[in-house]
């Protein structure tokens, strides 16, 4: 059975940073591109950050670009969203994705297994 499990979620100032992972089990993820998605009370899901297969190749929404970074260990089967100078509008549940394929997509319906979220609250 796949699951990705999301953790490191909370309650933050703006300005401060966390850091959230995502623990994949049920198979070999080291191959499989993943993705942070985040969605706000009323609005819809959006992209926030990919990362390849290898890990050497991440794409980022623009209003997170220079801000958030996400790395990838396959040998813990874990992925991870640091994110730096939060922003009220940065509230939200993160959720992680993973898709069986090895290139990055900033695409929701692209990806193959998604985990059920941890939420992010930045007060201001």
């Known amino acids: 059975q796949v699951q990705l499990v999301e953790s490191g979620g909370g309650l933050v100032q703006a300005g401060g940073s966390l850091r959230v992972s995502c623990a994949a089990s049920g198979r070999t993820f080291s191959g499989d591109s993943m993705g942070w998605f985040r969605q706000a009370p009323g609005k819809e899901r959006e992209f926030v950050a990919a990362i390849s297969g290898s890990g050497c190749s991440e794409t980022y929404a623009a209003s997170v670009k220079g801000r958030f970074a996400m790395s990838r260990d396959n040998a813990k089967n874990t992925v991870y969203l640091q994110m730096n100078s939060l922003k009220p509008e940065d509230t939200a549940v993160y959720y992680c994705?993973?898709?069986?394929?090895?290139?990055?997509?900033?695409?929701?319906?692209?990806?193959?297994?998604w985990g059920q979220g941890t939420q992010v609250t930045v007060s201001s």
């Open positions: 994705a993973a898709r069986r394929n090895t290139l990055v997509a900033n695409v929701a319906a692209r990806y193959d297994y």
